[in-house]
């Protein structure tokens, strides 16, 4: 189990984040440049329309013989029931598998201790093509997989293959057989949602005996930022706050819409005793660019720089001084700690102990904030002007981006 700890700044109580991953010891605890939006549209161009409540017919009322009313009550149509029931067999389970090492062997063959699973999670049935039908899921899913299977809602289970990655938005595209695939699910617009709106998240919470649950609930909060660790460094991932119940294994699940439409796919919760339904979602707007890049090339394109950093409020006093040689004001900032050779960074002469205040004009506190500028502002190929502290003056550089 690895655990996220919220920074103090970023809210009043001290919670953990828990990405929404189940595995035999337990839950594992455990973001991007939106490009052109293609949400799946209803035939007149527009989102099909929300109903506005649910309405429960009352009928034939008669008193029984202990003077009560009793009342026979007929459902009228559910909106959020009709919109489980268009995108339920779209959600499927999705399987992490790795070979099992004892010592210094490591084993192929499952009888003797070979791939086994090591965790579950969800997955979204997004596009169906020729052979092919792909799901997007969460990367912390299947990170460190030697094998992925998919499970679908009737029990079966069928290989997948990984077709990209990006552990910064914690998102991966993946593809199976297309003959096995029944439904696929649509995307809405995520920045149409309004607070209160209802919404429902689908998934497999603790595994896949309980596949295909549902839980109900309303948008809590819109454009949250959590700053998240991955194994590509800190980043702020924007995300849909819900209250709707989101356990581990709904990782890579659905955040639908009263029209069944996909608004989110489930990613984390906060999970702390007596914080309760605090959960979050990677918008569908942030998701469809990246599911876009991930068909495409494998992986995300991004701008790159060629430098390790670290945060300057991460050090103490006398390093900054007597180190670094900033001034006693100087408390924020990113330290480059190392320069790879042949990048952007050397052409460019920067050096380590550099200290990064600003890129073009924008200041940037930390490594997330210098990133999330990089990653959703700069572009491969163009120039950038950064301005830095180099033992203890002030001055700036300017270097072209190239990709990685």
Same mark, same amino acid.
């Given at each position: 189990m690895y655990e996220q700890? !919220? @920074?103090k700044e970023k809210r009043q109580k001290k919670g953990r984040l828990q990405p929404l991953f189940t595995s035999f010891t337990g839950a594992i605890v455990g973001g991007a440049t939106v490009l052109y939006l293609s949400p799946f549209l209803g035939a007149n161009g527009e989102l099909p329309t929300m109903d506005k409540g649910n309405a429960a017919v009352m009928q034939n009322n @008669?008193?029984? =013989?202990? $003077?009560? %009313?009793?009342q026979q009550t007929a459902a009228a149509p559910n909106s959020m029931v009709n919109a489980i029931s268009k995108i339920n067999e779209a959600v499927v389970g999705v399987v992490n598998l790795q070979k099992q090492q004892t010592g210094f062997f490591q084993f192929d063959d499952p009888a003797q201790g070979g791939e086994q699973e090591a965790g579950t999670g969800s997955g979204v049935v997004f596009k169906k093509s020729g052979n092919h039908a792909f799901i997007v899921t969460n990367n912390h899913v299947v990170e460190g997989a030697d094998k992925v299977e998919i499970a679908l809602k009737n029990g079966k289970r069928a290989a997948a293959e990984i077709v990209g990655t990006d552990p910064l938005t914690d998102l991966a595209v993946l593809k199976t057989d297309s003959s096995i695939v029944t439904e696929v699910a649509a995307f809405g617009q995520s920045s149409k949602l309004q607070l209160g709106e209802q919404v429902a998240?689908? $998934? %497999? *919470? /603790?595994? !896949?005996? /309980?596949a295909s649950s549902v839980t109900q609930g309303i948008v809590s909060g819109k454009d949250r930022t959590i700053p998240v660790s991955t194994s590509e460094g800190q980043w702020d991932l924007n995300v849909i706050q819900t209250d709707a119940a989101i356990n581990p294994g709904n990782s890579g699940g659905a955040l639908i819409n009263s029209a069944g +439409?996909?608004? $989110?796919? %489930?990613?984390? @919760?906060?999970?702390e005793s007596g914080i309760e339904g605090l959960g979050f979602a990677i918008p569908s707007e942030d998701v469809m660019p990246i599911m876009k890049d !991930? !068909?495409?090339?494998? #992986?995300v394109k991004r701008p790159y720089l060629g430098v390790s950093l670290q945060d300057v409020g991460?050090? *103490?006093?006398?390093? /900054? =001084?007597? +180190?670094? $040689?900033? *001034?006693?004001n100087v408390k924020e900032g990113?330290?480059?700690a190392a320069v790879e050779t042949a990048s952007p960074a050397v052409s460019a002469g920067l050096q380590a102990k550099d200290v990064i205040q600003s890129v073009n004009g924008t200041k940037v506190s930390n490594t997330s904030e210098f990133r999330k500028y990089l990653y959703s502002k700069a572009e491969i190929g163009e120039k950038v002007e950064i301005g830095l502290y180099r033992n203890g003056k002030q001055m700036s550089v300017? /270097? #072209?981006l190239s990709e990685k």
């Open positions: 700890e !919220l @920074k @008669k008193a029984d =013989q202990s $003077g009560l %009313n009793v998240a689908i $998934g %497999n *919470p /603790l595994g !896949l005996d /309980l +439409q996909v608004v $989110g796919i %489930n990613s984390m @919760k906060i999970s !991930l !068909l495409e090339d494998g #992986k991460e050090l *103490p006093d006398t390093v /900054l =001084q007597s +180190q670094l $040689g900033l *001034p006693a990113v330290v480059i300017t /270097l #072209k």
